[in-house]
């Protein structure tokens, strides 16, 4: 390759991870207005972050339903999906006691 290639080629790379980037910062923003926090839905591994003791942040989850840890699901949905570990059976907008 010569150095005109690898500049056009460097060039491209940048401008395809710093579009991805942008993508992923805005993210957030969505996810504020369409989602809401659900806690004890998120399977082993796969919360959306911190909850309380035994989680940091996002894919910490020791176990699945875990009560303390949430995941982002659309609005409305979260008090509409299983939940093995809530007393009701379903997710809960905030963090609960898992049932014995």
Same mark, same amino acid.
């Given at each position: ?11 491209? /790379? ?11 910062? /805005?993210?957030?923003? !969505?996810?504020?207005?369409?989602? &809401? ?28 339903? !875990? ?11 979260? &008090? ?11 997710? !809960?907008? !905030? ?6």
């Amino acid at each position: 390759m010569n150095s005109k290639t690898t500049r056009t080629l460097s060039a491209a /790379a940048l401008a395809l991870a710093l579009g991805s980037a942008l993508s992923i910062a /805005a993210l957030p923003a !969505q996810a504020a207005g369409d989602m &809401e926090k659900c806690f004890g839905v998120a399977m082993k591994g796969h919360n959306d972050c911190a909850a309380g003791a035994g989680t940091t942040c996002a894919g910490t989850a020791k176990v699945d339903h !875990q009560a303390n840890a949430w995941k982002l699901v659309p609005k409305g949905t979260c &008090e509409k999906t299983a939940s093995s570990t809530s007393a009701t059976g379903f997710g !809960q907008l !905030q963090a609960f006691t898992a049932k014995s």
